[in-house]
DNA sequence: ACCTGAACACCGTTCAAGT
DNA sequence: ACCTGAACACCGTTCAAGT
């Protein structure tokens, strides 16, 4: 028993079972351990959640120093995104909650420090941080479908034939959904609009 | 009893208690009737937040007509996240859940409409529409306290001596959100982006 | 220091019985 | 058609007891 072999076990069995799924009894099962051994390394079952996310959070690789801004942001933004893709299932867990450890700072890390080297006032490049974050939480939540489509769960029949005339209009392309291309659409935006300080 | 009474005694619940404490066996006892009453007008605890999440989207007004693009775009932000705020422990059963009802197509209707009134093509209309939702998902889940601030939890002292050279120098801002300028910070960069076919 | 198991106070939902 | 209550199969966590 230790805290990382239970962080680990927990997020198999996030990945395999889904968030609903995991409680701490069935934890220790998997484990072949009493449930009430599980509290020794671990605070809770939020304190155990809190640890899984803060695993994938440090799984995110740092890409390579790129003189070029919109290439280093680029490529931390498609290192989330891959990073999140990896565990659909537990993504929510990093995105939904505010992780107080230390750990949680380097990919604040990562964005900031790139945006400083450009020349951005300190104060711009939090703007900027928080602006992109968003955007791609929003974006995420939506890929590992924890976040509405807003149209995307319903059939195209039914879109054409809703009475709602811009709906109806634009039924083909809200039946379907390419996260790909979404994704690089709207980083697209955010990345133009922080081009330069 | 009535599917309406339950609803309204649902969100209540949310609002006072918060997501977490929402049991069908606490609400009855709210409504002063048997646990298994609900059944009768609602298909599950599941469905009984989907009804609630329906009702707080079916609650955002529709904005005034107004021939400007920008200006009817950023009325139905500001609409929506007043929505959201005016019931934030409420709100991510919007930002999180995926809607089938016909009621999760206003707001669609209501963003693609002068869209595509100002000329954009469908597809185009779609991959607008997505984006900003995107972005306002992502910024009001971090305004209700669901998203992570990345930073924002941390305080200034903690900030300053991580020993993460950007982070340290940009303390002062992270240890800081203004959620207003934040969202007109983000907002104007979408609609800037959204501001011609 | 770590593990165990009984116990407490909860859950959502099924099902048979009532009116 | 709607309400009820017992019952089932679960929860997270406390606490006293063990090694």
Redesign the interface.
Same mark, same amino acid.
Do not use: K
């Given at each position: 028993m230790s805290r990382e072999r239970i962080l680990l076990a927990g997020l198999a069995m996030v990945d395999e079972e889904g968030l609903a799924a995991v409680s701490m009894r069935k934890l220790a099962r998997r484990l072949g351990v009493d449930p009430m051994s599980l509290y020794n390394h671990v605070d809770g079952k939020d304190a155990l959640l809190d640890g899984i996310a803060e695993m994938l959070l440090a799984a995110i690789p740092a890409p390579p120093a790129d003189p070029d801004l919109r290439e280093t942001m680029s490529a931390l933004a498609h290192g989330f995104r891959a990073a999140m893709l990896g565990h659909p299932r537990a993504a929510p867990l990093? @995105? %939904?909650?505010? @992780? *107080?450890s230390?750990t *949680? !700072?380097? =990919?604040? #890390?990562a964005v /900031?420090?790139p !945006? @400083?080297a450009a020349g951005y006032p300190?104060?711009r *490049?939090?703007?900027g @941080?928080?602006?992109v !974050?968003?955007? /791609?939480?929003?974006?995420l939540?939506?890929e590992v479908?924890?976040? =509405? %489509?807003?149209?995307?769960?319903?059939r195209l029949a #039914? /879109?054409e034939r809703?009475g !709602? =005339?811009?709906?109806s209009?634009?039924a =083909?392309? /809200?039946a379907v959904?390419d996260h790909e291309? #979404?994704f690089e659409?709207?980083l697209r935006?955010?990345l133009?609009?922080l081009a330069e300080p």
């Open positions: 990093v @995105l %939904t909650r505010r @992780l *107080a230390i *949680a !700072l380097a =990919p604040v #890390e /900031l420090a !945006l @400083l300190p104060d *490049a939090v703007h @941080l928080r602006a !974050l968003a955007f /791609l939480v929003g974006t939540m939506r479908e924890a976040a =509405p %489509t807003f149209g995307g769960a319903h #039914e /879109l809703s !709602l =005339p811009a709906v209009a634009a =083909p392309y /809200l959904c291309a #979404e659409f709207g935006i955010m133009d609009a």
